[in-house]
């Protein structure tokens, strides 16, 4: 479901039905979950515009994988 009303000043009010799925959308949930009371709009369009933050942060360190050493070239 989705909707979208244009206001006579130019602004879009949407309105979305989002599923959030554990262990895919962690970092969406929390999100979610730590929005202020009557603050989820502002969070999810700051989100919007800068991209949530991952729970995880993936060192330089780690093996890099090498794609022609599975086959696959780009």
């Not at 999100?31 to 009371?37: C, E, I, T």
């Not at 933050?53 to 794609?67: G, I, K, M, N």
């Amino acid at each position: 479901m989705s909707a979208v009303l244009v206001k006579p000043d130019g602004t879009l009010v949407v309105t979305v039905r989002l599923t959030l799925k554990p262990g895919r959308d962690d970092d969406l949930i929390d999100l979610v979950k730590s929005a202020p009371r009557r603050g989820l709009s502002a969070v999810v369009k700051e989100s919007m515009r800068s991209g949530a933050t991952p729970q995880f942060v993936v060192s330089a360190s780690e093996d890099t994988l090498d794609l022609p050493d599975i086959g696959l070239e780009l």
